[in-house]
Every structure is written in structure tokens, then in C-alpha cells.
């Protein structure tokens, strides 16, 4: 769901810089190819990841969600020149759509891709992130959070896409909608946590920013 008229999206997308020719190609092919395109980062998210990496000049990010690889490629763009990305999925049959453009970016030593249900791979992981990024899984996102701010560095980003979950979060949900249920749960814990700085910013479907204090 978008927020804001699609004609604003386009111009935001006009005035903002580009992305490369193959995230352009990567969006497009992810649209023929793969069910549930929607799935993929906005145009405009991308670049927002994108910034928000190069201000962060991470060492270490981590992914839950690779889907088609967009955002692994967009969040890529700020790590140091030893910098590494973990990024997770449980889908195994999108590993060659991810492995075609990964190959074709100049950064295919960094990714380390983990095939695997999520709560088990992040259980796993030994390293501490400048920056995490939550994108599946909502009925888990209480869960990941509790697995991910031990492994967060102190000043480090919880970036969570989907915070407003078109729009349900405004209303009381049904019982047996548990990732409405969660999601209203999440933000108010992420809101109330005492170690973490939230600002929940309306892009489009919602994305969460917290800062680890
Ligand atoms: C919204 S997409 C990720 C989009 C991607 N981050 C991007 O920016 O384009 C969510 C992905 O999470 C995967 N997924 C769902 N449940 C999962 C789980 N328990 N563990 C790991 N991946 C999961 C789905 O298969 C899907 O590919």
C-alpha cells in the first residue's frame, strides 16, 4: 500500500538520485519473474536504505528477508571496504535469481547468504551489526527484536519495514490476524523500550528507525 499519491511517488523518485542500472534491472526482473513482486523494497526505500547505510559506514548488517536481493544490494552500498552483509531467507528457490545479480555487482564478497528459518540462522550468528534490517516474518518481529538487540552495537540501527501494515495497525484486529496483532504489539514496544530511540517514519508501508542507547 502506498500512502501518498502515486504521481508524489514519482516525483520524489525524479528528484531523488538514481539507482544503478542493476537494481533497475534487478526491480524489473523480480516483476516478471517472482511471485509476489510486491514484496520488493520501493524505489524510494532503496535509496533511503541506501543513505542511511552510507551515513552509518557499517561493518556488519544483517538481513532478515532477502527476497530477490534488492535491499541486500541497497543497504551494501554504505559498507567499509572490509564491510560484510548477512542476509537471511527461507525460501531457497530464490538463491539463483539472488546469486544472478549478486554476481553482477562489484560486491559479491561481502553477502553471505543463509538459507534457513530466520529465528534459528539470527541464534547462530556471532557478530554484533551497525544495522539490522526487519523484513519478514511479522508474527516473529517481537521475537527477532528480543534475538537482535543483544547483537545490535550500542549506537547501532533497527531499521523494521511494515510497521504500518496498510493501514491495520489503526484498527482493532481480528483474532486470528496475528500479524496485526504483533505489529501493533512491536511498535509499542519498540516505542517503550528503554535501550532503543524509535521514530517511526510513514514511508510507504511504514519503517520503523531505532537507535540502540
Ligand atoms: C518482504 S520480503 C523481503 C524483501 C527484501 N528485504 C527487499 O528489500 O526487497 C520477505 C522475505 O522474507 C522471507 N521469509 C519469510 N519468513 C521467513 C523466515 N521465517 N525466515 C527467513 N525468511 C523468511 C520471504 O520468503 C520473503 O522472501
Known sequence: MEFIDEALIEYAIKNSTDESDLLKDLR??????????????????????????????????????????????????GLVENGQIDTIEINE????????????????????QHIGSALSVINKLNKKFDIVFLDADKSNYINYMELIIPKLKTGGLLISDNVLWSGKVLKKAKKKDLDTITLKKFNAVLKSHPNLETVLLPIRDGLSLSRKI
Not at 519473474?33 to 526505500?45: C, F, G, V, Y
Not at 548488517?61 to 552500498?77: A, V
Not at 528457490?93 to 553471505?112: A, D, G, M, P, V
Open 93 to 112: 528457490e530464490l538463491l539463483e535469481f539472488q546469486n544472478y545479480f549478486f554476481k553482477k555487482s562489484k560486491i559479491r564478497k561481502k553477502i553471505t
Open 28 to 77: 524489473k526482473q523480480t516483476n516478471q519473474k517472482i511471485l509476489h513482486p510486491r514484496m520488493l523494497s520501493s524505489t524510494i526505500q532503496g535509496r533511503f536504505l541506501s543513505f542511511i547505510s552510507k551515513l552509518v559506514q557499517p561493518q556488519n548488517i544483517l538481513e532478515i528477508g532477502t527476497y530477490t536481493g534488492y535491499g541486500t544490494l541497497c543497504l551494501s552500498e
